[in-house]
């Protein structure tokens, strides 16, 4: 039973097109998290969510919009895209008071 | 502006040897430090997570000590084994003390291989 799981796991899509990526975790975390994966295989946050309330959100495109349903769920949806945001994005989730993370198992975003 | 740095970059070993996996941080004002591991097209998996109070965490072959005074964590792998073969990253929560919600900084990983 997968702890975060995310859809899909690829995606591959042209320039301009507007897509969706899904995140599910099943841990009764009350924290969720978008990370970005770059080509150097450098991580860095997106976004944060405590208890479905958006509590980071670090310089990022306004193309880009997170939407947590419920605690358990956090969607990214991207607008307009780019070729630069080809890129591996994660899921994480955590609970606060533990901090420990756990990552769901990517998607990998192509701009064609 | 908490910065993370992982060295060595890449380290290459041979079978059976004992290695150590470097990790400093600017701020030592750090709630806990985690250690990950991620192979290759996959996600992470944590390995363990150190506490501040703490100043050290074992699990199996591996042992994560931490220095908060010096900024530095090490990841210590006993009798390496092929299947350690992955990037090995370190993070640290960006907001230091109390509830940290939990955003990380990164090292950049370092990629180890154990040959047979």
């Known amino acids: 039973d997968t702890a975060v799981s995310q859809t899909p796991k690829y995606l591959v899509t042209q320039m301009g097109n507007d897509k969706s990526i899904k995140c599910e975790q099943n841990l009764g975390h009350d924290t969720m998290y978008w990370y970005k994966q770059d080509s150097k295989k450098f991580l860095k946050i997106m976004f944060s969510y405590n208890n479905k309330e958006l509590i980071i959100n670090e310089t990022v495109p306004n193309r880009f919009s997170p939407k947590s349903p419920d605690k358990a769920h956090l969607n990214l949806h991207i607008n307009s895209l780019e070729l630069g945001d080809s890129a591996v994005y994660f899921c994480?989730?955590?609970?606060?008071?533990?901090?420990?993370?756990?990552f769901g198992q990517g998607t990998r975003l192509t701009v064609v | 502006k908490q910065e993370v740095t992982q060295i060595p970059a890449a380290l290459s070993v041979p079978e059976g040897e004992n290695l150590v996996l470097n990790c400093s941080f600017t701020d030592s004002a750090i709630y806990n430090l985690q250690w990950f591991r991620q192979d290759p097209g996959k996600g992470l998996t944590s390995l363990l997570l150190i506490q501040s109070s703490q100043r050290e965490q074992t699990s199996g072959r591996l042992n994560a000590s931490l220095d908060k005074s010096s900024g530095r964590s090490t990841l210590y792998i006993a009798a390496s084994q092929p299947g350690d073969s992955a990037t090995y990253l370190c993070a640290v929560p960006a907001n230091a003390g109390g509830t940290s919600y939990g955003k990380l900084t990164f090292g950049q990983g370092t990629i180890l291989t154990v040959h047979p």
């Open positions: 994480a989730s955590s609970q606060v008071v533990s901090g420990e993370a756990f």
